[in-house]
């Protein structure tokens, strides 16, 4: 350890959990102090930043790629350090939050990676923020079990060579944990608490088995906010004493601003750098957020009409991978959300072509590996890859140098045929509600309508009403979109909910709650940046 520890973190309103003290050390809160003494000052500058570049967009309606940085586009000698064993072959990665089943399934589930989430799948409540680190904590030293209260049913790891690799992801910058705060009162960034918590605890231990830390980072905006997480990782590693490039950042290329940053984002993490990801719900949420006054040209479909073939979104992740390439660096695909039905044979069996037909287009275009929500679609995707790669670990040799993309390219919304539908309203009012009820209960991963959600689908519900009520649309049934017609069908689907679970059900939910404040960040005229931040303030525990 360097530094002597700085006044400690003060825990506030927090019920005692089990075991908290395990995670909450002394030790570990002072290094943590420390990331939060040193690196949010910087954090809420580049927040601030975010808010200006926002500003700009809104009196351009455009974006470029940025003249500052183009020495770093244009130098091909450099490269990301060379991925390490544990991570050279990611062909298929499981996602889902840090409980203890989930923990299970996703290290036994067959999975090359588990994305273990402490970020959109996972509700911040300080239980499982606390919790969610015991359980990597307890994985680790494979000191885990757990048994389901209902069925009896035991869960238990199975030998180490057949676990996956953990990729830890923490909150983005914008997040902060209220429940730790700095000596002068000032919340610490949850992302800070998340990963501080995490290195503090296990980096060495995961050197010892083989492996080591490594993270996805979300959210990022810009090649500055990349520099920020750099330097967290040059500090923590020289602070426990961990060799220099030990740690390894997947980015989650979900902002519209980093989609023209991707190589500086690369470059800024050069040496702790491992892959760049496509997220599609965060992706396009970001386009609506960032373009939503720009016209009837930016006006999104319904989120399921806009797939991975709309010429933008092609463009994007064929950049993606051809920017990864030209790097060493992985390139990994989206997200395969379909949760199987236990009762309907025929749902399955269309969702798994479509989840097939999806893997076998990433694998061919040259992506290194894709994300699936469920254990039954890791063979359907370890398919489409074994298909393409074979032995090889990647196919980071395809440089698909036969990709040229613009920059007017990735924001050609209006290329897209698809129009928005009535259907599509009620679907996100349906999703909103549903997953924002689900997120208040302290559950961040939901299954609806057989798709596995998360906090990103519900951002790209309410935005989209948002867009589409100022927008003025016209809905393929002739209705203009309306605040009134909004409240209209979120009343609709709310007495449709209570019909469906019962009034004691739904007396006992947070139903309406859910429902009122879907309406705040999808009506407001003042547009909530992320719906997680008026959401947390409600959210209890």
Not at 141 to 147: E, K, L, S, V, W
Not at 232 to 251: I, K
Not at 371 to 384: F, N, Q, R, Y
Not at 511 to 540: C, G, I, M, N, R
Request: aromatic letters at 8%; glycine letters at 6%.
């Amino acid at each position: 350890m360097s530094a002597p520890a700085p006044s400690p973190l003060a825990i506030v309103d927090a019920e005692p959990l089990p075991r908290q003290e395990e995670v909450l050390t002394e030790a570990a809160l002072a290094f943590v102090a420390e990331l939060h003494r040193r690196f949010t000052p910087r954090r809420d500058e580049l927040l601030a930043r975010r808010a200006e570049r926002r500003e700009a967009i809104a009196r351009t309606s455009t974006l470029d790629f940025l003249p500052e940085t183009a020495a770093i586009r244009a130098d091909d000698s450099w490269r990301v350090a060379p991925a390490p064993e544990a991570l050279n072959d990611r062909r298929v990665e499981i996602t889902g939050p840090t409980d203890r089943k989930m923990t299970i399934n996703a290290l036994n589930s067959g999975a090359k990676v588990w994305l273990a989430d402490f970020e959109d799948a996972s509700a911040p409540t300080w239980e499982n923020v606390v919790l969610g680190q015991l359980s990597l904590i307890d994985a680790y030293t494979r000191n885990i079990d757990f048994t389901d209260p209902v069925s009896g049913k035991s869960y238990a790891l199975r030998p180490d060579a057949e676990l996956a690799t953990v990729v830890m992801r923490p909150r983005g910058w914008h997040l902060d944990e209220r429940h730790l705060t700095g000596p002068d009162g000032t919340p610490v960034p949850g992302a800070l608490v998340d990963f501080g918590l995490y290195f503090f605890h296990n980096a060495k231990r995961l050197i010892e088995l083989g492996k080591g830390p490594y993270f996805y980072l979300p959210k990022t905006e810009s090649h500055l906010e990349a520099r920020l997480w750099n330097e967290v990782f040059v500090f923590a590693q020289d602070y426990m004493g961990v060799a220099q490039g030990t740690v390894r950042a997947t980015v989650l290329i979900e902002t519209i601003t980093a989609a023209y940053e991707m190589e500086e984002i690369l470059y800024e993490l050069r040496d702790h750098a491992s892959g760049l990801n496509a997220g599609r719900w965060d992706y396009l949420f970001s386009i609506v957020k960032n373009f939503r006054d720009g016209g009837a040209k930016f006006v999104l479909p319904d989120r399921n009409a806009v797939t991975m073939t709309a010429p933008f979104m092609r463009a994007y992740t064929e950049l993606l991978v051809r920017t990864c390439h030209k790097r060493g660096a992985h390139a990994i695909g989206g997200m395969a959300a379909f949760i199987p039905s236990r009762r309907d044979a025929e749902v399955n069996k269309v969702a798994f072509e479509k989840v097939r037909a999806d893997k076998d287009r990433e694998a061919n275009d040259g992506f290194d590996g894709s994300w699936v929500a469920h254990p039954d679609l890791v063979p359907i995707a370890m398919e489409s890859f074994d298909r393409v790669l074979g032995d090889r670990p990647n196919q980071k040799d395809r440089l698909r140098e036969d990709v040229d993309v613009k920059a007017a390219d990735l924001i050609a919304i209006d290329s897209l045929d698809a129009k928005p539908t009535y259907a599509g309203l009620v679907n996100a009012v349906q999703v909103g509600i549903r997953y924002i009820e689900a997120w208040l209960n302290g559950l961040g991963a939901v299954a609806i309508f057989n798709l596995m959600e998360d906090a990103a689908t519900a951002e790209i519900s309410r935005s989209q009403i948002w867009q589409w009520i100022n927008a003025e649309v016209v809905l393929d049934n002739g209705e203009q979109v309306t605040a009134e017609l909004a409240r209209k069908v979120a009343a609709e689907e709310l007495a449709g909910i209570r019909a469906e679970i019962g009034e004691e059900a739904f007396t006992a939910g947070n139903w309406q709650q859910a429902h009122d404040l879907l309406l705040k960040v999808s009506l407001d005229e003042d547009y909530a940046d992320f719906l997680t931040l008026p959401a947390y303030e409600q959210l209890k525990g």
